[in-house]
C-alpha cells in the first residue's frame, strides 16, 4: 500500500501537536549498549530510554556521578 500525500500530512500534523522532540547526544559506543539493551527487552531504543527515565522519576533516584561508567562529563 502506497504512503498518500494526506497520510503524510495527517502524520506531520500528529507528530508536531502530540510530540516533543528531545536531541541526546551520548559518548561514542553508548548507543550501540542502549540499542543492544532495548532490542534484549524488544523494545525501540526511544521506548526503553523513555522508561529508564520515567523509572528513575518513580523511584525518586538521584543521579550519582560516582557510579557512573561514562567519565565525559
Same mark, same amino acid.
Given at each position: 500500500?502506497?504512503?498518500?500525500?494526506?497520510?503524510? $500530512?495527517?502524520?506531520? $500534523?500528529?507528530?508536531?501537536?502530540?510530540?516533543?522532540?528531545i536531541r541526546l547526544r551520548v559518548p561514542k559506543?553508548? $548507543?550501540?549498549?542502549?540499542?543492544?539493551?532495548?532490542?534484549k527487552r524488544s523494545m525501540s531504543m526511544t521506548?526503553?530510554?523513555?522508561e529508564c527515565v520515567e523509572n528513575a522519576i $518513580?523511584?525518586?533516584?538521584?543521579?550519582?556521578?560516582?557510579?557512573?561508567?561514562?567519565?565525559?562529563?
Open positions: 500500500m502506497a504512503y498518500t500525500e494526506a497520510q503524510k $500530512k495527517a502524520s506531520i $500534523k500528529y507528530i508536531s501537536e502530540k510530540t516533543d522532540d559506543g553508548l $548507543k550501540d549498549k542502549y540499542k543492544t539493551e532495548a532490542e521506548q526503553f530510554i523513555i $518513580k523511584n525518586n533516584e538521584r543521579f550519582n556521578f560516582r557510579r557512573c561508567n561514562t567519565h565525559w562529563y
